[in-house]
C-alpha cells in the first residue's frame, strides 16, 4: 500500500478569507469579526475597539516537525494510510514543499522510488535531467541528506530538492521545488521554509 501511495498529487486549495469568519468572545458574550476588520464591542459600561490581524510570517507545527510560511500559503495535511501523512505548501507559480512522516519505516531506502515517480513524466517527454548528492544542515544543527535533481526543458528549469531524515523504522521525506523558469521570485518562499525548519521526530 505505501508504494501505492508515494506518487505525490499536489492539491493547490484556495483560501479565502470570509467576512466575518472568526468569533471573539469578552466576558461570555460572542461577537463575529473578519480579518482586519475593527469591531465595537460591550465590556463592562465602556465600547472598545478590537481588530483582528494575521502576522504575515505565520508558524506550522505538528508534533514531528515545525517551520513558517507567508501567511498567503496555508498547508494542508492529508492522510495517506498506512502510517503515511503529507503536507504540502504551494504557491499559485508551483513552488512547493512537500513533508511525508513515516511511522512505520525509515524513507531513505525509498529515495530513488520518489525521484522516479515525480520526475518520470518529464523524463518521458524529453527533459533534461541532473542529479546530485547532497547534504543540509538545519538552523539548530539536524542534518538531512540526498539529492538535488534539475529537470530542465526550453524555457522549464525545474530544481527540487529530496532530502530524508531517518530515526529507527520511521523518519521523514522532504522535497522542496521550483521553476527557475517562471517563479524565479519564488526562491525566498523556499528559504523561510529551511531557515525555520524544526524537527522533532524520535
Sequence with gaps: MIKNTVCV?????????VADNYTITIDGQSYDIALNKSVEVKVGDELVTVQLEQKDVLKY???????????EYLPSKTDLG?????????TPLGSAVMIQEYITLAPSGMMDL???EITKEERDYGYTIESKAISKTLSDGVSLSGFEVT???KDSDIKRMFLTFDVK????????????????????FIKVFYDSLKISMK
Design 9 to 17: 498529487v499536489f492539491l493547490l486549495l484556495a483560501h479565502a478569507v
Design 114 to 116: 520518489m525521484i522516479n
Design 151 to 153: 529537470s530542465k526543458y
Design 169 to 188: 523504522d520511521s523518519g521523514l521525506f522532504i522535497m522542496t521545488q521550483i521553476d527557475y523558469g517562471i517563479a524565479a521570485n519564488d526562491d525566498a
Design 61 to 71: 507545527s505538528v508534533k514531528n516537525f515545525s517551520f513558517d510560511h507567508a501567511k
Design 82 to 90: 498506512d502510517g503515511l501523512y503529507q503536507t504540502v505548501l504551494m
